[in-house]
C-alpha cells in the first residue's frame, strides 16, 4: 500500500471554512407599468336584467342539441350521415315525442328556469303549429279533392295561415308561462324565506338558545336541494298561464275556455271518487238534450255557427226548422218557407200535393195544422218516414268522413309514428276502424232524433191517441227528451272516447243554460267571462291533474313533461 506524504498542516475538522457563496446573475428588472391590472371580480347583473337578456331562441335548444347540430349540416352528404346517427334520431325523437317516464328538472337558479321555460315555449308552439298546420292541410285536400279544384295559395294558406299562427302561439305562451310560474314561485318562497331567516334575531325565533350570537338567524336552506311546488302555487301558475288564450280569436277563446272549465270539473268530480255507472253516456244524454231543445227552439242560446253545424250535419234545411220552432211557439208558420219546400227539386210529388193542402188549409181557414213542423215539410225528399232513417245516415256518415278522418289519422302519425311504420297495413285498418265508428256514431245519432220526431208526430195525428199523450208529444220537454234519446248512439264509440265526446259536448249545453237563466234574469253578466272561466279551469286541471282522463293527461305530458 502505497503512503502519500504532504507538506500541508493537518486540517481541523471543527474550523472548516464554510463553502463560497455562489453568485447568480439577477433578472432584468420589470416595470411597474407593464405588470396587468389586478383581477376585479366581476359585479353580478341584477336578476331581471339577466332574464331580460336571455335569448328564448338561443336557449330554447342546448348547443349539443339534435338541432344545433342539424344547423350546421353544409351538405346532403352530411345531412344523410347525421340522420344515420343514433343519438341523433333519439334527440331528434324527443323534439316531437317526450318519452315516458321523464324526471323532473332540478332548477335552483332563475336563470335556468327562464331557459327551461322558454325551451318549452318554443317547443309547445312548434309541436302546436305543426299539428294545427296538419289538420287544416287535410280539410283542405278533402276539400280540393271534392270541388276538383288545387291552387298553390289554397296550400300556403292551409299551412301558414292565420289559424295555424294563433293556436301555435297560444299554446307556446301557455306552455311557458306555465313552467315559469311552476319552477319560478318555489324558488322565489326559498329565497323570501332565506331573506327572512337571515334577518331574523333569537328573540323572533321561538326556541333559539339565548347563548346564540345575535343575528345569525336560522340555518341558510340548502340551495342544491330540488324545489317542489306546493297545490297553491300550481294552481296559481295554471290560472297565469290561462293568459296565452288572448292569442286566438274570441269565439274560440269562449270555446277554449268552456272546454277547461269541463275538463277542471272532470278532475275535481274523479279526484272525490265519484263513480256513476255509464256516467260518461249519461252526461252526454243530459247535454244533448239540452242542446238538441236549444237547436229547435231556443237558437239564441247557443253560438250561432255551432247552430249551423248542427243543421248542416242533421241534413235539414233551414226552412223545416223554422216552420217547427215557429208551429211550436207561436203556432203559426210564414207561408213562404212551405212554398220554399214544396219547390225545392228534390220534393217528391206526393209531398207537394200535401204541401199545397196544407198552405190551402192555411189560407182558407187560418189553421196551421198541429205545433210542430209536418213531416212532408220536414223531409220533402221521401214520402215514407220509413225511408228516412237509412238515407240520414249514409248523408250524415259521409259528410263526416273527412273530419274524423283527420281527427283520426293526424294523431296516430304524429304520436305513434314508430308503430305505424312498423305495421303499417294493421295501423291503417285500425284508424279506417276508427273512423267508421266515429262516422257511425254520428250518423246514428241524426236518426234516432229524426225518428223520434217522426215518431211522436205520427202518433200525435192518428185517431184514437189519448189526450194526455198527445199533450206529451207536442209539450217542449217531447223536445229535450228527443236530445236525451240520442245518447244511445254513444255505445257505438269505444269506451275511452265516450268521455271525450261527453266532455266536448257539456260546455255547449252549459253555455245554453246559462243563456235561458240569463234570459229569465236569475244570472247575472260576467265581465271578461271568457278570462275567468279559463282561469278557474286551468287552476282545477293542475291542482287535480293526476285525475284526468288518460287522453287529456297524454297531452298534458307531452306539451309541458314533468315540470
Not at 323570501?192 to 326556541?207: F, R, V, Y
Not at 207561408?335 to 192555411?362: E, F, S, V, Y
Not at 223536445?479 to 257505438?492: D, R, V
Request: proline share 7%.
Amino acid at each position: 500500500m502505497a503512503l502519500h506524504v504532504t507538506d500541508d498542516p493537518p486540517v481541523d475538522p471543527v474550523n472548516v471554512p464554510p463553502p463560497p457563496v455562489v453568485q447568480l446573475p439577477l433578472p432584468l428588472p420589470i416595470s411597474l407599468t407593464n405588470l396587468p391590472p389586478p383581477a376585479i371580480p366581476a359585479r353580478r347583473r341584477p336578476i331581471l336584467q339577466r332574464v331580460l337578456t336571455l335569448s328564448s331562441i338561443e336557449a330554447a335548444f342546448d348547443p349539443r342539441s339534435a338541432f344545433a347540430r342539424l344547423t350546421k349540416v353544409r351538405s346532403v352528404d352530411n345531412l344523410i350521415v347525421l340522420a344515420q346517427d343514433p343519438a341523433f334520431q333519439r334527440e331528434a325523437t324527443k323534439i316531437v315525442w317526450r318519452p315516458s317516464g321523464e324526471k323532473r328538472r332540478r332548477l335552483v337558479r332563475w336563470e335556468d328556469v327562464v331557459r327551461h321555460a322558454a325551451r318549452g315555449a318554443t317547443r309547445a308552439g312548434t309541436l302546436a303549429f305543426c299539428i294545427r298546420a296538419g289538420v287544416n292541410l287535410v280539410l283542405m285536400l278533402f276539400k280540393a279533392w271534392r270541388t276538383k279544384k288545387l291552387r298553390i295559395q289554397m296550400v300556403i294558406h292551409a299551412i301558414f295561415g292565420e289559424d295555424s299562427l294563433r293556436f301555435g302561439a297560444m299554446l307556446g305562451s301557455f306552455v311557458g308561462l306555465y313552467k315559469l310560474f311552476l319552477n319560478g314561485l318555489p324558488l322565489l318562497r326559498q329565497q323570501t324565506l332565506a331573506t327572512a331567516s337571515t334577518n331574523a334575531t333569537p328573540k323572533d325565533i321561538p326556541g333559539t338558545p339565548n347563548n346564540e350570537e345575535e343575528g345569525s338567524g336560522r340555518r341558510s336552506p340548502d340551495w342544491t336541494a330540488e324545489l317542489h311546488p306546493t297545490r297553491f302555487e300550481t294552481m296559481l301558475a295554471g290560472a297565469i298561464s290561462s293568459l296565452g288564450l288572448l292569442f286566438e280569436k274570441k269565439h274560440r277563446r269562449i270555446m277554449i275556455a268552456q272546454q277547461v272549465f269541463v275538463r277542471g270539473l272532470q278532475a275535481v268530480v274523479l279526484a272525490h271518487n265519484l263513480v256513476i255507472p255509464h256516467g260518461a253516456v249519461l252526461t252526454f244524454g243530459l247535454a244533448c238534450g239540452q242542446i238538441m231543445y236549444a237547436f229547435v227552439l231556443r237558437p239564441e242560446t247557443i253560438p250561432r255557427g255551432y247552430n249551423e253545424w248542427i243543421r248542416n250535419a242533421s241534413k235539414v234545411s233551414k226552412e223545416a226548422v223554422l216552420i217547427n220552432r215557429h208551429a211550436k211557439r207561436e203556432g203559426r208558420w210564414d207561408l213562404t218557407w212551405m212554398r220554399t219546400q214544396r219547390d225545392k227539386p228534390t220534393t217528391t210529388l206526393g209531398n207537394k200535393k200535401l204541401i199545397n193542402i196544407d198552405i190551402a188549409k192555411a189560407l182558407e181557414q187560418g189553421d196551421f195544422g198541429p205545433p210542430f213542423g209536418l213531416c212532408e215539410a220536414v223531409h220533402p225528399w221521401v214520402d215514407s218516414c220509413w225511408d228516412v232513417p237509412l238515407d240520414r245516415f249514409i248523408e250524415v256518415a259521409k259528410w263526416m268522413a273527412p273530419v274524423y278522418t283527420a281527427l283520426h289519422l293526424i294523431p296516430a302519425l304524429l304520436f305513434r309514428p314508430k308503430r305505424f311504420m312498423q305495421q303499417p297495413l294493421l295501423s291503417l285498418l285500425k284508424t279506417a276502424g276508427g273512423i267508421a265508428r266515429s262516422c257511425s256514431f254520428l250518423g246514428v245519432f241524426v236518426v234516432i232524433y229524426q225518428s223520434w220526431h217522426c215518431l211522436k208526430h205520427q202518433l200525435y195525428l192518428r185517431p184514437g191517441t189519448p189526450e194526455i199523450l198527445k199533450k206529451f208529444f207536442a209539450s217542449r220537454f217531447s223536445f229535450w227528451l228527443g236530445g236525451f234519446m240520442t245518447c244511445a248512439s254513444l255505445f257505438i264509440e269505444k269506451r275511452k272516447r265516450r268521455g271525450e265526446l261527453a266532455m266536448y259536448v257539456l260546455p255547449k249545453a252549459l253555455e245554453s243554460a246559462w243563456g235561458m237563466l240569463r234570459s229569465r234574469k236569475l244570472m247575472f253578466r260576467v265581465p271578461r267571462g271568457d278570462a275567468v272561466l279559463a282561469a278557474i279551469g286551468m287552476a282545477m286541471v293542475m291542482h287535480d291533474s293526476a285525475h284526468l282522463s288518460r287522453l287529456v293527461r297524454g297531452i298534458l305530458y307531452q306539451f309541458i313533461g314533468p315540470n
